[in-house]
């Protein structure tokens, strides 16, 4: 009780303590130090066993955290035995508030630490969300490539049924647009020859002709097929009534010549040779008179574009 009086007052700056208090200072406190551990001793067999401590390595940021709060508890001891035995030097004062800046980093670093750990935790929950999503969206691509080679085949399938389609000879002159560079009145219109109607029987009423209206010569009858058909064969219907306007009329694919009427006939076949292409059909009468005929019916293949015309 004396020695804890005493400690009370020297802490409180009563008065400084001398070299001799300090010797008997150290005395007490290690015969007091020894009784405490002897008692400890004698009632050891009365006291319960504690329990199980847990293991060290489980826990090893509790275990560090310990660490330094002991050693910082150690320092501030120290320096309080310093302060009571009369001061203490200003290497070992540097030294001190070294250790303690440098248990502060230690702190501050242990901090750094948990904090990379869970944003490494964080960056790891969305790589996984990320692959995640990367998983749906390869399935979803996979599912676009299926659904793409099947348009594939279906685009094939369906180019083969019109290159079919159009490899087939065929009517391809029937309702298409038409001119002449002259009309007999009240109404011979060049529509006529392509009207699917030629019946021998009479030029007028429901069997109607198509007829320029002037004898000049080059009167011209003109069919727009509008596009570019390879050209198999050209049929030219004669008028019923009057069939010799025909004489001296050339047949033309484009600036091709087919050929030409130099007798009178009801109907004039016109076999196109291989390679032909045009869009459009001419009927050029060269003599002065009219021109005329109740129809025109142009048969080929097509259409085909500008590098299919070989």
């Keep these: 009780k004396q020695w804890y009086q005493r400690r009370v007052a020297i802490t409180a700056g009563a008065y400084k303590p001398t070299h001799q208090y300090c010797a008997m200072f150290i005395v007490h406190f290690i015969v007091l130090l020894t009784s405490v551990q002897t008692q400890a001793a004698q009632q050891n067999s009365d006291v319960l066993e504690p329990p199980p401590l847990t293991p060290l390595h489980d826990c ?131 529509d006529f020859v392509v009207d699917g109607v030629y019946t021998r029987e009479s030029d007028q009423g429901a069997n109607p002709i198509a007829h320029t209206g002037s004898t000049d010569r080059n009167q011209v009858l003109m069919i727009d097929l509008g596009e570019r058909f390879k050209i198999h064969t050209i049929k030219v219907w004669n008028r019923f009534d009057i069939n010799d306007n025909m004489l001296g009329v050339y047949v033309y694919a484009d600036e091709t010549l087919v050929g030409g009427v130099a007798e009178n006939q009801a109907l004039y076949n016109f076999d196109v040779r291989d390679g032909v292409f045009a869009r459009k059909v001419y009927l050029k009468q060269s003599r002065a008179d009219w021109l005329n005929a109740l129809e025109v019916q142009v048969f080929g293949t097509g259409p085909y574009g500008e590098d299919e015309m070989l």
């Design 60 to 190: 090893p940021e509790e275990l560090s955290d310990l660490q330094l709060l002991i050693r910082e508890e150690s320092l501030s001891i120290r320096e309080e035995m310093f302060t009571i035995l009369g001061g203490r030097s200003l290497g070992e004062s540097y030294l001190l508030d070294t250790v303690k800046e440098l248990a502060n980093e230690v702190r501050q670093f242990q901090q750094l630490i948990r904090d990379i750990a869970s944003n490494q935790e964080l960056s790891l929950a969305r790589l996984t969300e990320v692959r995640t999503n990367q998983d749906t969206v390869a399935g979803q691509l996979n599912e676009v490539q299926a659904n793409e080679e099947r348009i594939l085949e279906e685009t094939a399938r369906c180019t083969e049924m019109i290159d079919l389609a159009r490899s087939e000879v065929r009517l391809i002159s029937h309702h298409k647009r038409t001119w002449q560079n002259s009309t007999h009145s009240p109404a011979y219109f060049p």
